[in-house]
């Protein structure tokens, strides 16, 4: 049976591209589900807002406030989990059936142990926001939120492994079908338990947070179906021996995610410093850099979906041992990702006064802050482009397994170059929030450069 498994996996794997189209196709086909299935993913949390949003402005704080608890938790499992695509994809690449299924497993076990003392910052939430000086009814409410949510982060982290598992086996389209099925299930069952529908209890923000938890679940027990019974992913058993945690790949798991953890970490850090800042410049900054940063959210889809798609091909090509597939699939995703992100971009700066006007209306007593955003949207042009490059050769690096210098650079672009600047050009210079949005630009450029010259050399590397 490992032959017929082998049979399925080496024609993906495949000989390298001979050309650059080739792999434009390639990547784009690996892309483009990877971009929808997390476009799904903020449809589903903006969905949640929209639903909170009817209970008022108090528990729309309130589930601001648990998010970041919430999220700052998720991430340490989230680099864990993210580290099973390109130890699968090596294997995909070097035709071992095998290593594919141990990498999944070890992915799940890493979801499900850290999600244990992962919980714990959730079900405290209240605890910690109150240490915070948040007010006490703002963290009551968050903690209301957190008690539903906190269960649905071990299935949450197992559908990623899954996920990562299913992509690097050149078959990305099974989760975006989940995730697409899961948007009007999760919108249904969140407004049903918030209002208490169709006999259910009337929960409120808690019922919010287990709806998302149940949709969690849902998501993941489809993938662990699909995984199980649907080919290709039934030919590798996925499953097979579950209970077994194998300890030197978990070791190897645990070195190329924990990297990835705090890499996520310091961009989370310098975002809500960010927030923090422009509470000290005035009300019209906050709300003109909360809008610009959605705006980014949805555009770094794109590039995101580019970069998880460069994890599997670089992962692929170095599983096979072709140094020269290797340059190639990062040059190719970079390329692409630039090329999409600029486009998008022009169209954001072309469009950036409709966008502020779409979020705080035309009246004249909003006018300063839909300029504001516009000229933060304006300044962000260059900051887009980089943080899309950034993205990309991220991912381009764990495709070999490179983690722990992207943790440097981002602490040198992050921390070393782009708050200095920001906080310097906001506060001494005078720029005000436009000032922190050009310390984002040069900090992340920074940091996208050091990732190419890094990917570059150990390319470079690889071909000796």
Request: no cysteine; aromatic share 10%.
């Amino acid at each position: 049976m490992l032959d017929t498994v082998q049979h399925h996996a080496q024609p993906h794997a495949g000989v390298p591209p001979n050309h650059l189209a080739e792999e434009f196709v390639e990547t784009l086909r690996l892309a483009v589900p990877m971009m929808l299935t997390q476009l799904g993913q903020i449809a589903m949390i903006t969905t949640d807002l929209a639903m909170i949003g009817r209970l008022g402005e108090e528990a729309v704080a309130a589930a601001a406030l648990a998010h970041t608890v919430y999220f700052v938790s998720f991430t340490f499992g989230l680099g864990l989990t993210s580290a099973v695509s390109p130890l699968a994809a090596q294997a995909f690449g070097a035709g071992d059936a095998r290593r594919i299924r141990r990498s999944l497993r070890v992915g799940l076990w890493a979801a499900l142990l850290i999600s244990l003392p992962m919980m714990a910052s959730p079900l405290y939430g209240e605890q910690i926001l109150l240490a915070l000086g948040q007010m006490p009814r703002a963290a009551a409410l968050a903690q209301h939120y957190l008690n539903g949510l906190a269960w649905g982060i071990a299935p949450a982290l197992g559908f990623i492994a899954l996920r990562g598992m299913m992509s690097a086996v050149n078959r990305p389209q099974a989760p975006l079908w989940i995730t697409l099925a899961a948007i009007p299930v999760n919108a249904a069952l969140v407004y049903a338990l918030i209002h208490g529908l169709f006999g259910l209890p009337e929960l409120g923000l808690f019922g919010a947070g287990l709806a998302t938890t149940l949709v969690n679940l849902g998501t993941f027990i489809a993938a662990l179906a699909i995984a199980a019974w649907r080919k290709p992913f039934a030919d590798y058993h996925p499953l097979a021996r579950l209970w077994r945690i194998d300890w030197p790949l978990m070791r190897q798991l645990i070195a190329i995610g924990a990297p990835i953890s705090f890499s996520l970490l310091l961009e989370y850090g310098l975002f809500s410093s960010a927030a923090l800042l422009m509470g000290l410049i005035s009300t019209a900054a906050i709300a003109a850099h909360q809008i610009a940063l959605q705006v980014t959210a949805v555009l770094f889809m794109v590039p995101l979906g580019i970069g998880m798609a460069a994890t599997v091909r670089v992962g692929h090509a170095y599983g096979r041992k072709d140094p020269a597939a290797v340059k190639r699939a990062g040059l190719v995703a970079a390329v692409l990702g630039v090329a999409l992100v600029s486009a998008l971009t022009i169209a954001i700066v072309i469009g950036r006064y409709q966008l502020g006007r779409l979020f705080f209306g035309s009246g004249s007593e909003s006018a300063a802050t839909v300029e504001l955003t516009a000229t933060l949207l304006l300044v962000g042009a260059s900051f887009f482009i980089a943080d899309g490059l950034q993205t990309i050769m991220g991912g381009a690096l764990r495709g070999i397994n490179d983690t722990r210098m992207t943790l440097l650079f981002a602490a040198i672009g992050y921390w070393g170059v782009a708050f200095p600047i920001g906080w310097m050009l906001a506060f001494h210079i005078g720029l005000g929030a436009v000032g922190v949005w050009i310390g984002f630009s040069v900090g992340t450029f920074v940091y996208a450069g050091l990732l190419i010259l890094r990917f570059r050399m150990l390319a470079r590397k690889l071909a000796e």
